[in-house]
């Protein structure tokens, strides 16, 4: 079983559409868990921080869930522009265990 | 404020070859990482290091070599460069967990 697992897609949805992404870790001691985006040819950026208790940034809501070792990512009304690849990141170790899911690829239809 | 930058943005090699990849931040950060990636397989931390004068090795750290004499850089080393380098590299830097990448460099070998 990998690490960080992700359906990496395509997810194809019309424009005002809601899409969710669910990421699964193996690693029941991991720290800490984040959501980058990854636009084509170019490098990932932090969309958000997960934390236990749940993250909202505007249309974007992470989510935790511990006992199944899984985070997600909802995106409602859904823009042309929010077509990406969007990374699952989990940290274990400290410093010492970065890993990166293969990313869940989104497109936005009109 | 240019953030992370790294040189050269592309790079052909002939195998057997080496170089040097080079990666400078400007935001007095304490940690860097350098990531390679491949289709299908996500990113894959190569090297990190925590701070000026440290390195450590990451998830495929065999073939590479890495140097942090200066905090605001991190070069990345290829002493003998294989086809299976072929890759998309990416250096990060960070303050504590949140990541802030390059924006790559393409290294073909042949």
């Known amino acids: 079983r990998k690490e960080v697992e992700q359906d990496p897609g395509p997810f194809n949805v019309p424009e005002g559409a809601t899409v969710a992404f669910n990421c699964t870790y193996s690693?029941?001691?991991?720290?800490?868990f984040f959501w980058y985006r990854q636009d084509c040819r170019k490098e990932p950026k932090l969309l958000m921080s997960?934390?236990?208790s749940g993250n909202e940034d505007g249309r974007f809501t992470a989510q935790l869930n511990r006992a199944s070792q899984y985070i997600s990512l909802l995106i409602r009304d859904s823009k042309l522009s929010d077509s990406a690849t969007y990374l699952c990141?989990?940290?274990?170790?400290?410093?010492?265990?970065?890993?990166f899911g293969i990313g869940t690829k989104l497109q936005v239809i009109p | 404020n240019a953030g992370v930058t790294q040189t050269p943005k592309f790079r052909v090699l002939k195998t057997g070859q080496s170089m040097t990849l080079l990666c400078a931040q400007d935001?007095?950060?304490?940690?860097m990482y350098w990531y390679r990636q491949d289709p299908g397989m996500g990113l894959r931390l190569i090297h990190y290091?925590?701070?000026?004068?440290?390195?450590a090795k990451g998830e495929v750290p065999d073939g590479y070599n890495v140097s942090r004499l200066k905090k605001q850089n991190f070069l990345l080393g290829l002493e003998s460069a294989a086809p299976s380098q072929t890759s998309v590299y990416f250096c990060?830097?960070?303050?504590?967990?949140?990541?802030?990448f390059g924006p790559g460099t393409r290294l073909t070998v042949t």
């Open positions: 990060a830097s960070s303050p504590n967990y949140e990541q802030y």
């Open positions: 290091s925590v701070g000026e004068g440290t390195t």
């Open positions: 997960v934390y236990s």
């Open positions: 690693n029941s001691a991991s720290q800490s």
């Open positions: 990141v989990v940290l274990s170790g400290g410093y010492q265990k970065v890993t």
């Open positions: 935001m007095n950060h304490e940690y």
